[in-house]
């Protein structure tokens, strides 16, 4: 994909117009259908000029739910009702809530990869390549994980009757038979010292590739070998070599290694920029630490993945985040202009969803529920047309500035000049609340400056003589004045 991507994260279970009642079963609550992404939906993700869309809970995974012909889930050791998408049950088979026909489930989403693909966007699943739901009983021999010594002590508060003797070592990496209630316990690790181990999973990426899946978020990668996705990545590419993978990972301390010994063609930039956009807006922190994680990825850079919401962290606008959705803009213009990296958005943040609704397993969290049969309120005012105006104010940001970032050039294709280092505090600059930077291409500049302070700023910022010629002009360095608003952003052309 070439330019600046954009990757819409779609949880489908939550997608829809559906009322709900906190932790309701499937029969009460329903689920989100494949169907529900028409041709009309694909065309409103287009207006967010969005590349792909991670079509996130597809493959079928642990629930409590009954399905006709499908062998039921033991459901003491399930995260809630729908269960967690990243408990795989069956590598080759879909979630049965995701479709009209449960018989039919398979053709229904091979439909959706079509109409996807039509619309010109493309499509990207999980591959969780860790661990598996225990009850995973299928493909695996014992010798595909790491056998323990004695019976399995699940957790009392779960009150469970599931028996597993000899245990297996849980998913998070807990290596002894007693996982506490705040471990993976619904899921085993898979162990990659068995070369069978690696085959199997080369298996399950050929199946979805020949599908028609352009690309792959790969969950929790650092607990699996680099090794191993870089003898897959090579394999798959030899037969579909426009796959393209995501890694999910954590320690930016592994960015390097992920990417050149994994093979990775995207890294999420967790404990980098959005760690530290976090902390600047929730806790006070420096805007000049963004420099600091600038110059830590090097030329790493184009091969990060920004974010500000995923289904693990809690939402912008939630009360444990920014607040609100408009809040969040000058975090948003950071991580698209800043830089050439795709930029990834989670399904309502385009609205400035809050995910303060109480749900079943989650609770009040800031998050949109992966464990439960939940919607998402934004949505569901948007797909029936009733947004409120501070949500179509919101969105209309996003779709102006998510435009701006992949058509305009030098956004899309132009290098960056941090101008931190040229701007010391003073009274008419504070380097902990606002953030300034140039991007330039083809003999134009632009300067965009980020104010993280909850009152609106006049500024001056100081451009260098070395600025301008770095990107080729001829020109003297100037001093330009500016009014910022309240948690807002300005671009201004230079050149």
């Known amino acids: ?49 969005v590349n792909a869309i991670w079509y996130t809970g597809v493959v079928s995974h642990a629930t409590k739910t009954h399905f006709h012909g499908i062998k039921d889930c033991n459901a003491s050791i399930v995260k809630g009702e729908a269960g967690s998408p990243y408990a795989i049950r069956n590598y080759f088979d879909v979630n049965p809530a995701l479709a009209n026909n449960h018989d039919n489930r398979m053709v229904e989403f091979e439909a959706l990869i079509r109409r996807t693909h039509k619309a ?5 699943i999980d591959f969780v390549p860790n661990h598996v739901f225990r009850q995973y009983d299928t493909y695996f021999t014992r010798d595909n994980f790491y056998i323990l010594d004695g019976p399995l002590v699940l957790p009392q508060s779960l009150n469970s009757d599931y028996v597993e003797n000899p245990a297996k070592a849980t998913g998070n990496d807990v290596f002894h038979r007693s996982p506490s209630i705040n ?99 929730s806790d006070g922190a420096s805007a000049r630490l963004l420099t600091r994680e ?28 920014a607040g609100s959705g408009r809040a969040a803009f000058p975090a948003l213009a950071v991580s698209l202009l800043f830089n050439k990296a795709p930029f990834m958005l989670y399904f309502g943040q385009e609205f400035g969803e809050r995910g303060m609704v109480k ?39 996003y779709c102006r500035l998510l435009k701006i970032a992949t058509s305009d050039a030098i956004f899309a ?16 600059f504070d380097g902990n609340r606002q953030f300034a930077f140039m991007r330039g291409y083809e003999g134009t500049c632009m300067l965009v400056v980020a104010n993280f302070e909850d009152r609106p700023v006049e500024i001056e910022v100081n451009i260098p003589d070395e600025a301008y010629s770095f990107f080729g002009l001829q020109r003297e360095g100037e001093r330009v004045c500016l009014k910022v608003g309240a948690r807002d952003y300005m671009r201004l052309n230079l050149v």
């Open 120 to 124: 010109g966007i493309k499509v990207i």
């Open 183 to 281: 471990d993976w316990y619904d899921t085993v690790k898979l162990n990659y010292d068995n070369p069978d181990t690696w085959k199997k999973m080369l298996e399950v990426l050929n199946f979805w590739a020949a599908k028609g899946v352009d690309g792959f978020r790969c969950d929790m990668v650092e607990m699996v070998p680099a090794e191993f996705f870089s003898w897959a990545f090579s394999e798959i590419k030899r037969i579909y070599p426009n796959t393209f993978f995501i890694a999910e990972v954590y320690g930016k301390e592994n960015y390097r290694k992920y990417h050149e010994t994994g093979g990775f063609d995207l890294l999420y930039d967790k404990s980098g920029f959005y760690d530290t956009l976090r902390g600047i807006i």
């Open 294 to 321: 600038w110059q830590f990825l090097g030329d790493l850079q184009p091969k990060m993945l920004n974010f500000l919401e995923n289904h693990d962290e809690q939402r912008i606008a939630s009360d444990f985040f």
């Open 359 to 397: 749900e079943g397993f989650s609770g009040l969290d800031g998050r949109t529920s992966i464990f439960d049969y939940c919607y998402v309120p934004s949505i569901r005012r948007w797909l029936l047309d009733r947004l409120t105006l501070d949500e179509l104010v919101v969105y209309k940001e």
């Open 413 to 428: 294709h132009g290098e960056t000049y941090d101008l931190m280092y040229a701007n010391p505090d003073s009274e008419l």
């Open 1 to 49: 994909m070439e330019g600046k991507v954009v990757i819409y994260q779609l949880l489908l279970r939550a997608f829809g117009k559906r009322k709900y009642v906190s932790g309701g079963s499937y029969d009460i609550n329903g689920s989100g259908k494949f169907d529900d992404i028409t041709e009309d939906v694909l065309k409103k993700f287009k207006k967010l000029s």
